[in-house]
């Protein structure tokens, strides 16, 4: 039997604490542990489940020894260890890191916030996974990158997508910072059209016409997207949600949920059981979709905490090469992560026992 592909995370902020526990949920994975250099809650909270934590700098190490933190290592120690490092640690940190993964021949994926020149290839699973394969770096792009390719590229394979036009209104930050920053009473408009999210959506399907707009927001749950799209040719509603529907990570939401505004669904993802009310999926609002002729409407939530989570797991099985299938990819990945396209479907398990899932192309 082959062995797991063995993974270290280095970094355990916003990201990296689900990337640390969607890859312990793989089958085909290990967690070989986690490099991260604060000494409050967060690591001890890492240190309660078990996960070795290594110090990701050598001061980090005395002040882990000095807070009483047992450690397993500098992250050199780590690396030692493992096929593929995740770099979760804040923009610029991870490409000061690049060096030392590539000197030792290590796969690395890195995150949104660092510039798609580090890695020569960014990512989002359904759009480029195949290109991916292999290879020794990538980057998973950010939470708004990933959600534009997501929907842009359901209406793409569907050969419904001409050029789309959309507007972004940006949570202010993290949930979990909201105490230290952020804005109060007022919109803060991002100064160049198109904002940063098109071009990068670009670089990882070059063919797509957008252009992108946003604006930050004084809230902090997640995103919102309002999109246009001019279509290839006239189409009923029925086949766009269609199209969207052929994405197992794109939720179809009904008026009759009463899936109103972003916080409810996110108690609805409480409520399913998700872990740290999670959505990994697009969530677009369906009966609001309007087409006119050729001309598409549509607006969405994105989760920016965890809709990149999915993709990175994806990432690592592409980097590793033993899987060249996205499709099949994908369907591990949500089967193990309680992905499910069908709102109210029960969360399923892949439990130690199940087959990686088989796919038909």
């Given at each position: 039997?082959?062995?797991?592909?063995?993974?270290?995370?280095?970094?355990?902020?916003?990201?990296?604490?689900?990337?640390?526990?969607?890859?312990?949920?793989?089958?085909?994975?290990?967690?070989?542990?986690?490099?991260?250099?604060?000494?409050?809650w967060?690591?001890?909270?890492?240190?309660d489940?078990?996960?070795?934590?290594?110090?990701?700098?050598?001061?980090?190490?005395?002040?882990?020894?000095?807070?009483?933190?047992?450690?397993?290592?500098?992250?050199?120690?780590?690396?030692?260890?493992?096929?593929?490092?995740?770099?979760?640690?804040p923009?610029?940190?991870?490409?000061?890191?690049?060096p030392?993964?590539?000197?030792?021949?290590?796969?690395?994926?890195?995150?949104?916030?660092?510039?798609?020149?580090?890695?020569?290839h960014?990512?989002?699973?359904?759009?480029?996974?195949?290109?991916?394969?292999?290879?020794?770096?990538?980057?998973?792009?950010?939470?708004?990158?990933?959600?534009?390719?997501?929907?842009?590229?359901?209406?793409?394979r569907?050969?419904?997508?001409?050029?789309?036009?959309?507007?972004?209104?940006?949570?202010?930050?993290?949930?979990?910072?909201?105490?230290?920053?952020?804005?109060?009473?007022?919109?803060?408009?991002e100064?160049?059209?198109?904002?940063?999210?098109?071009?990068?959506?670009?670089?990882?399907?070059?063919?797509?016409?957008?252009?992108?707009?946003?604006?930050?927001?004084?809230e902090?749950?997640?995103?919102?997207h309002?999109?246009?799209?001019?279509?290839?040719?006239?189409?009923a509603?029925e086949?766009?949600?269609?199209?969207?529907?052929?994405?197992?990570?794109?939720?179809?939401?009904?008026?009759?949920?009463?899936?109103?505004?972003?916080?409810?669904?996110?108690?609805?993802?409480?409520?399913?059981?998700?872990s740290?009310?999670?959505?990994?999926?697009?969530?677009?609002?369906?009966?609001?979709?309007?087409?006119?002729?050729?001309?598409?409407?549509?607006?969405?939530?994105?989760?920016?905490?965890?809709?990149?989570?999915?993709?990175?797991?994806?990432?690592?099985?592409?980097?590793d090469?033993?899987?060249?299938?996205?499709?099949?990819?994908?369907?591990?990945?949500?089967?193990?992560?309680?992905?499910?396209?069908?709102l109210?479907?029960?969360?399923?398990?892949?439990?130690?026992?199940?087959?990686?899932?088989?796919?038909?192309?």
């Amino acid at each position: 039997m082959t062995r797991p592909t063995r993974v270290a995370v280095n970094g355990y902020g916003v990201i990296g604490k689900r990337v640390a526990d969607a890859v312990r949920a793989q089958k085909d994975m290990t967690l070989v542990g986690v490099a991260d250099v604060t000494t409050d809650w967060r690591t001890r909270v890492l240190q309660d489940s078990g996960v070795p934590l290594f110090a990701a700098t050598a001061q980090a190490l005395d002040e882990l020894h000095v807070a009483g933190a047992p450690t397993a290592g500098r992250l050199d120690d780590l690396l030692d260890e493992v096929d593929v490092i995740i770099d979760c640690t804040p923009k610029h940190v991870a490409a000061d890191n690049v060096p030392l993964y590539r000197a030792r021949g290590l796969k690395f994926i890195l995150q949104g916030g660092e510039k798609h020149a580090v890695t020569g290839h960014s990512f989002v699973a359904e759009a480029n996974f195949e290109t991916a394969v292999g290879r020794q770096s990538t980057r998973v792009v950010s939470c708004n990158t990933t959600a534009t390719v997501r929907t842009l590229g359901a209406l793409k394979r569907a050969g419904l997508l001409l050029r789309a036009r959309g507007v972004l209104l940006r949570r202010a930050t993290d949930p979990w910072e909201s105490h230290l920053g952020g804005i109060m009473n007022t919109l803060v408009p991002e100064p160049e059209i198109p904002s940063h999210q098109g071009p990068d959506a670009q670089t990882v399907d070059p063919d797509l016409d957008v252009v992108t707009m946003a604006v930050k927001v004084p809230e902090t749950i997640a995103h919102l997207h309002y999109w246009s799209v001019q279509m290839t040719r006239p189409a009923a509603k029925e086949e766009v949600l269609d199209a969207f529907r052929s994405s197992s990570r794109i939720l179809l939401m009904k008026d009759e949920y009463g899936l109103d505004a972003l916080n409810a669904v996110k108690e609805l993802m409480a409520d399913r059981g998700r872990s740290r009310s999670d959505l990994h999926e697009v969530a677009l609002w369906a009966d609001m979709l309007t087409v006119q002729g050729d001309e598409l409407f549509y607006a969405y939530m994105v989760d920016n905490q965890a809709i990149v989570v999915p993709e990175t797991i994806d990432a690592i099985r592409a980097l590793d090469g033993r899987e060249t299938s996205g499709r099949r990819s994908i369907a591990a990945t949500d089967l193990a992560m309680g992905i499910d396209n069908d709102l109210f479907a029960g969360n399923r398990v892949w439990t130690s026992e199940s087959p990686l899932p088989e796919v038909d192309l």
